[in-house]
């Protein structure tokens, strides 16, 4: 199950996106401004964004540079109802995940959320990878096991929390 939060200025897409989430089985978060937007991602936990295109204010394109420059690595699904090839080549140049028309079948969700929580999941074993990979590098860089060796470790490990300097 994955938080994903709804951005649309209309309030029945909005139900019916959240609707279909339910019943795909994630928890939706409904949004109808991008100030509401920004408050459920302050809160922390979403996986996932789908977006309108058009809305009164900011786009969805402003919406997603905004996410952006407020450090939100966040993948995020573009919708919009003025479908056209070029609206969906800036979007995805501009960092969205995936581009939809409107309307947007169930089947069609389904499979799109599918490709964007994928990458959420590579994006967070990859992460998993580097910091135990650094924790490895960080815990041990000197091989061997003799006695000078393992003495050399102890006197490391006492002198490493200190700003003194060591010759070793």
């Given at each position: 199950?994955s938080?994903?939060l709804c ?7 909005v139900?019916?996106?959240e ?6 089985g ?9 100030t509401e ?6 809160r922390g936990?979403?996986e996932?964004v789908?977006?309108d295109?058009q ?6 394109l402003?919406?997603?540079?905004l996410?952006?420059?407020?450090g939100h690595?966040v993948p995020?699904?573009?919708?919009t ?10 979007a995805?140049?501009a960092g ?24 959420v ?8 990878l ?7 590098r960080?815990?041990r860089q ?10 050399l470790l ?10 003194a300097?060591?010759l070793?």
């Open positions: 199950m938080t994903i951005l649309d200025d209309d309030a029945a897409i139900v019916a996106l609707r279909v989430l339910r019943h795909l994630h928890e939706p978060l409904g949004a109808r401004t991008t937007a920004l408050q459920h991602l302050a936990g979403v996932l789908l977006s295109y809305m009164p204010g900011l786009t969805g402003d919406f997603l540079e996410l952006r420059s407020e690595d995020l699904i573009m919708m109802g003025y479908s056209s090839i070029e609206h969906a080549v800036v995805m140049r969205a995940i995936d581009y939809l028309p409107k309307p947007i079948r169930p089947e069609q969700l389904e499979i799109a959320l599918g490709r964007a929580l994928e990458v999941r590579v994006r967070r074993e990859n992460e998993a580097r910091r135990e990979v650094s924790a490895l960080n815990e000197i091989l061997g096991e003799s006695a000078a060796i393992r003495r102890q006197t490391v490990a006492m002198a490493a929390p200190t700003r300097t060591v070793l």
